[in-house]
Structure formats: structure tokens, C-alpha cells
T-cell receptor
Framework: GAGVSQSPSNKVTEKGKDVELRCDPISGHTALYWYRQSLGQGLEFLIYFQGNSAPDKSGLPSDRFSAERTGGSVSTLTIQRTQQEDSAVYLC?????????????FGEGSRLTVL | GDSVTQMEGPVTLSEEAFLTINCTYTATGYPSLFWYVQYPGEGLQLLLKATKADDKGSNKGFEATYRKETTSFHLEKGSVQVSDSAVYFCALSENTGGFKTIFGAGTRLFVKA
């Protein structure tokens, strides 16, 4: 597909379980971003990748959250020992521009519900 | 740190009314400014952008001017349509150093026929 692809689109899990969210960016896009959108809230920045390295991890809310990117392409966001406050839509975006002037292309998100 | 503040919603207008959604920002450098839109059931998409002071971004009848003196980037449209009902996000991105894009809280717009 031509766009940013995220999976799963919907995930319901029990408190304390680990979850993995996947993002497949647009081919050739070197920059990749993860955001979190809670109900009625704006977008909260989590982490940014340029290639496989993450120069800015400042938004990860706790050490239960981690992310990696391999081959300059697919990225995985992992949340360990999920809590109810982790319930949100997790959005991935990619950009062809390594600086801040370019457009972000967003996926449709992974909705996480922690019971 | 950098931040974006936009007017709270929801905003409810009748079709053909004039729209303004206010957005102000705080940044240490000279950021690029963006408006993104999220239509019901769809992902976020870029509406318009401006990369330097006094630039005007425009698309689909919407426009916004980068005002460095007032640190603002207000979104305007002269005549809204029902199809403009969506959530609008103002955002900024620094052009050097950290490249993350920071978003405002979003403003939901309802347009009535």
C-alpha cells in the first residue's frame, strides 16, 4: 500500500499484559514518529526515529514503553505491564524530510484498551 | 519548551459562516507551522503549512498566515461547508535540533446545514 500502515487497528488487553504495536511507514521515508492520542486530548509526542536511531525519546511516559526500528523501515512500540491509563489511540507517522519542514503522513492508528 | 495553544472547541457554525480557529505558539527558534485535519473516521492529514514568517499557507479555501510578531497562525475560511466538520490541529516543528512536531489539543468543528 502507499500509505502508513499500523497494526493491530484495535487491541483489547488485560492490565499487566505486554502489547506490541506495529508501524509500516511509507517506503523511502527516513523519519518515523509515534504519538499517543487520548480521548478528547491532543497528540502527545512519544518518540522520533531518523533511520534506525532514535535521537529523541523524550516523550516516552515511563520505562514500560520502548520502541525500535529495523532496516530503516518497520517500527514496533512495546508497552510492558500495561496499565489502564495506557488506553489511547497510538498513531504512527512518517516523513521523507529529515528536518522539521516536511509533512507528516499518519496511519489510522492502533486503538488500545486496557481492562 | 516549545508549545502550541489553540482555541477550545467545539465550534458550531451554520453553513456559509466565516471560520476562525486561533492558534498561538511558543518556540525557541524559527519553527515551521502546520494545520492538520482529522475527518470523522479518518487519519490526520496535512491541511496547510508555512515555513517562515509572513508566509501564507492555503488549501481547500482555508488559509493561515505565519505571524512572528504575534506568534500566531490562525486558521480562517470564508464560507464553511458541512463537509468541513472535523477536528483541526495546529502544530509546529523546529527546523534544527529536535525535529519532533508538537501539536495543539485540537478544535472540533461542527457545521450545520
Amino acid at each position: 500500500g502507499a500509505g502508513v500502515s499500523q497494526s493491530p487497528s484495535n487491541k483489547v488487553t488485560e492490565k499487566g499484559k505486554d502489547v506490541e504495536l506495529r508501524c509500516d511507514p511509507i517506503s523511502g521515508h527516513t523519519a518515523l514518529y509515534w504519538y499517543r492520542q487520548s480521548l478528547g486530548q491532543g497528540l502527545e509526542f512519544l518518540i522520533y526515529f531518523q533511520g534506525n536511531s532514535a535521537p529523541d525519546k523524550s516523550g516516552l511516559p515511563s520505562d514500560r514503553f520502548s520502541a525500535e526500528r529495523t532496516g530503516g523501515s518497520v517500527s514496533t512500540l512495546t508497552i510492558q505491564r500495561t496499565q489502564q491509563e495506557d488506553s489511547a489511540v497510538y498513531l504512527c507517522a512518517s516523513s521523507s524530510t529529515p528536518t522539521g519542514t516536511g509533512e507528516l503522513f499518519f496511519g489510522e492508528g492502533s486503538r488500545l484498551t486496557v481492562l | 519548551g516549545d508549545s502550541v495553544t489553540q482555541m477550545e472547541g467545539p465550534v458550531t457554525l451554520s453553513e456559509e459562516a466565516f471560520l476562525t480557529i486561533n492558534c498561538t505558539y511558543t518556540a525557541t527558534g524559527y519553527p515551521s507551522l502546520f494545520w492538520y485535519v482529522q475527518y470523522p473516521g479518518e487519519g490526520l492529514q496535512l491541511l496547510l503549512k508555512a515555513t517562515k514568517a509572513d508566509d501564507k499557507g492555503s488549501n481547500k479555501g482555508f488559509e493561515a498566515t505565519y505571524r512572528k510578531e504575534t506568534t500566531s497562525f490562525h486558521l480562517e475560511k470564508g464560507s464553511v461547508q458541512v463537509s468541513d466538520s472535523a477536528v483541526y490541529f495546529c502544530a509546529l516543528s523546529e527546523n534544527t535540533g529536535g525535529f519532533k512536531t508538537i501539536f495543539g489539543a485540537g478544535t472540533r468543528l461542527f457545521v450545520k446545514a
